[in-house]
């Protein structure tokens, strides 16, 4: 299996545009997490959905964040508009059952200048 | 309310010493699951184990080997011989409860291994 596949690697945008990450989620997986990581907050759960529904987002910062899941194989995290305070690195992550584990892609490294 | 500590902010050894890394978490559900994650220089995070409440046996894979004991709330996780490549930072974690599927997550311990 390929593994969680996120797109971009990296990405330098400037304040107030818009980014959008992507994420393919381990075929078969009925979970797929969005996490932020910093150095000053660690790991941060944003969103996770089940099933392509959106089950908790009380972790999404404010409304300029939002997360789609229009198919079991592909999911977006957009942040319009960007803010240099939401550089970070943002994981997605899938896993099947509940309580399992999870398996993340590589991460995006966002920088907002 | 569910927490996991790792008190252990970093830790430096010589390769081929042994560590320990310490786990500490706090939850009043009966079934929960433990887990560690390596996240290298690389940054990538990799799941390493994953250990449901009900089963309390040790589990040794290779040089890893984790202590999980009920009695005193901890999941702790041995290198045995470290190398350099052991070099990372490893996370606990914990799920179980009403918040079946959100991960609780300790701070990390940067471990590194000099040769």
């Known amino acids: 299996d390929a593994g969680v596949i996120q797109s971009p690697r990296h990405e330098v945008t400037e304040m107030g545009q818009e980014v959008t990450l992507r994420c393919k989620p381990i075929?078969?997986?009925?979970?797929l997490f969005w996490y932020r990581q910093t150095m000053m907050r660690g790991l941060e759960l944003l969103i996770y959905f089940n099933n392509n529904v959106p089950i908790d987002d009380s972790g999404m910062p404010e409304d300029r964040f939002s997360a789609k899941m229009p198919n079991a194989s592909f999911s977006t995290l957009k942040i319009q508009p960007s803010e240099p305070r939401d550089s970070a690195v943002y994981f997605c992550?899938?896993?099947?059952?509940?309580?399992?584990?999870?398996?993340f892609g590589p991460g995006t490294r966002l920088t907002v200048l | 309310a569910q927490k996991v500590t790792q008190a252990q902010t970093e830790i430096s050894v010589v390769e081929k010493e042994d560590v320990t890394l310490d786990c500490v978490y706090e939850t009043r559900d009966t079934t929960y699951y433990l887990f560690w994650y390596k996240q290298p220089p690389s940054g990538e995070l990799v799941f390493l184990i994953r250990r449901n409440s009900f089963d309390e046996q040790n589990e040794i894979s290779g040089r890893y080997s984790w202590n999980f004991q009920k009695s005193t709330s901890s999941f702790n996780f041995t290198i045995t011989a470290s190398q350099v490549v052991d070099s990372a930072v490893y996370f606990c974690?914990?799920?179980?409860?009403?918040?079946?599927?959100?991960?609780?997550w300790g701070a990390g311990t940067k471990l590194i291994i000099k040769p």
């Open positions: 992550a899938s896993g099947r059952l509940e309580g399992g584990e999870q398996f």
């Open positions: 974690a914990l799920t179980g409860g009403d918040s079946n599927y959100q991960l609780i």
């Open positions: 075929s078969g997986h009925d979970y």
